[in-house]
């Protein structure tokens, strides 16, 4: 065990992990799409009796993006937390450097 | 009929509401990207990769600092264009007809306006890293610094994509249905 993540003083540890990234990937890709096709779907077929959005078309090109969205968000997440991620090009070189801060 | 006559006042000035409404939306949309793609990316992903290193740490809480007040530009914009839009499309004489506005609208009521809401709280209110050092010290400005960079990774794919989305229906007003 890590004593230091136990101590009560310790800072607490990023959440993150690529499992919670796949979810968050899938959950953010369906609810989208389900807000924008349910709320289009008010607007043209239950307010304007429009019914183009029943065909097939529309529905295809919403799971489409659906599953493009999903991936794009999956990559995203675990590129952006290079933890998991690419990242390979970065080195940590130790410096000292003194930050300006506003009196 | 107060406001119809007020509308028609309006009417002549379209374009010029219309160039506020773009002029905001271009701000709201590259203001912080240079800031967060070559700022606090950098400094983020060493202290995801070093999060022990003190000097990661330091640098990554003065730019989470900056980029809290470089967010300014951004929160000006957005109401501007929270504004201009609706008042274009009154003036303009849309409504529900149009599929393309009506997607664009899902889009920003549904996805922008609660994203910048958050973005507010935590930029410049309770979630203010600075502030939150000032009332809770360090472990709390931890909290409110890891819920931000919850909030820039789980958003910005969503930014980037609806975004797109919503400029290319702006500009091409594509017949869709």
Not at chain 1, 15 to 26: C, E, L, M, Q, V
Not at chain 1, 53 to 65: E, R
Not at chain 2, 106 to 131: A, M, Q, T
């Given at each position: 065990?890590?004593?230091?993540?136990?101590?009560?003083?310790?800072?607490p540890?990023?959440?993150g992990?690529?499992?919670k990234?796949?979810?968050?990937?899938?959950?953010?890709?369906?609810?989208?799409?389900?807000?924008?096709?349910?709320?289009?779907?008010?607007?043209?077929?239950?307010?304007?009796?429009?019914?183009?959005?029943?065909?097939?078309?529309?529905?295809?090109?919403?799971?489409?993006?659906?599953?493009?969205?999903?991936?794009?968000?999956?990559?995203?997440?675990?590129?952006?937390?290079?933890?998991?991620?690419?990242?390979?090009?970065?080195?940590?070189?130790?410096?000292?450097?003194?930050?300006?801060?506003?009196? | 009929?107060?406001?119809?006559?007020?509308?028609?006042?309006?009417?002549?000035?379209?374009?010029?509401?219309?160039?506020?409404?773009?002029?905001?939306?271009?701000?709201?949309?590259?203001?912080?990207s240079?800031?967060y793609?070559?700022?606090?990316?950098?400094?983020?992903?060493?202290?995801?990769?070093?999060?022990?290193?003190?000097?990661?740490?330091?640098?990554?809480?003065?730019?989470?600092?900056?980029f809290?007040?470089?967010?300014?530009?951004?929160?000006?914009?957005f109401?501007?264009?929270?504004?201009?839009?609706?008042?274009?499309?009154?003036?303009?004489?849309?409504?529900?007809?149009?599929?393309?506005?009506?997607?664009?609208?899902?889009?920003?009521?549904?996805?922008?306006?609660?994203?910048?809401?958050?973005?507010?709280?935590?930029?410049?209110?309770?979630?203010?890293?600075?502030?939150?050092?000032?009332?809770?010290?360090?472990?709390?400005?931890?909290?409110?610094?890891?819920?931000?960079?919850?909030?820039?990774?789980?958003?910005?794919?969503v930014?980037?994509?609806?975004?797109?989305?919503?400029?290319f229906?702006?500009?091409?007003?594509?017949?869709?249905?």
């Amino acid at each position: 065990m890590d004593d230091k993540a136990d101590s009560p003083d310790a800072p607490p540890m990023f959440s993150g992990t690529p499992r919670k990234y796949r979810r968050i990937a899938w959950l953010l890709a369906i609810s989208t799409h389900a807000f924008l096709y349910g709320g289009l779907l008010l607007i043209e077929y239950v307010w304007r009796g429009r019914d183009w959005l029943l065909g097939a078309k529309p529905i295809v090109f919403t799971v489409f993006s659906m599953l493009l969205f999903a991936q794009l968000c999956h990559r995203s997440l675990m590129y952006v937390d290079t933890q998991y991620g690419r990242g390979s090009r970065w080195r940590l070189v130790a410096h000292h450097v003194k930050l300006p801060e506003e009196r | 009929m107060i406001m119809d006559a007020l509308r028609q006042w309006l009417s002549p000035w379209y374009l010029e509401i219309k160039f506020v409404h773009l002029a905001a939306v271009m701000a709201w949309l590259w203001s912080t990207s240079v800031a967060y793609v070559h700022y606090l990316l950098p400094a983020f992903r060493a202290w995801r990769r070093n999060p022990d290193d003190e000097g990661v740490i330091a640098l990554r809480d003065w730019v989470m600092d900056r980029f809290d007040r470089g967010a300014v530009i951004e929160h000006i914009a957005f109401p501007i264009v929270m504004i201009s839009g609706p008042l274009l499309y009154w003036v303009g004489g849309w409504d529900s007809s149009a599929t393309w506005l009506m997607i664009k609208l899902l889009i920003v009521i549904g996805f922008f306006l609660p994203i910048e809401c958050c973005d507010y709280h935590l930029s410049h209110l309770g979630g203010n890293k600075r502030k939150a050092l000032a009332s809770g010290g360090t472990q709390h400005r931890e909290r409110k610094l890891h819920l931000h960079w919850w909030f820039l990774l789980v958003t910005t794919p969503v930014i980037i994509y609806f975004t797109g989305i919503v400029v290319f229906l702006a500009v091409t007003k594509i017949s869709i249905g």
